[in-house]
């Protein structure tokens, strides 16, 4: 059974940081690329950043210089460090992995940076 379980969101004042962890099943290799989505209120589901079995990136602009995506591939985890985070990060944070083309993703987990 695939699985993408996210921990790790919570409130921050602008500025500070927040790892968000998602542990996957079944192992991390089974799947081709790995990632992060957000969600805003009343916006669309988007783009964050994802990673390759390869390790290739790849950044939305808005993020990209402030947060990291890397893997634990002992851990079967897929990590999202996310530094100088601003009110505009306030959002639904989702896991996303693709396995042969079929996409899974996790619950979710909130991010709230105040001002």
């Known amino acids: 059974q695939v699985q993408l379980v996210e921990s790790g969101g919570g409130l921050v004042q602008t500025g500070g940081s927040l790892r968000l962890s998602c542990a996957v099943s079944?192992?991390?290799?089974?799947?081709?690329?790995t990632g992060w989505f957000r969600q805003a209120p009343g916006r669309e589901r988007e783009f964050v950043a994802t990673i390759t079995n390869g390790g290739r990136t790849n950044y939305s602009d808005p993020v990209k210089g402030r947060f990291t995506i890397y893997r634990h591939n002992a851990k079967n985890a897929v990590y999202l460090q996310m530094n100088m985070l601003k009110p505009e990060d306030t959002a639904v944070y989702y896991c996303?992995?693709?396995?042969?083309?079929?996409?899974?993703w996790g619950q979710g987990t909130q991010v709230t940076v105040s001002s």
């Open positions: 079944p192992g991390i290799f089974e799947f081709d690329i």
């Open positions: 996303k992995g693709d396995i042969r083309s079929r996409v899974y």
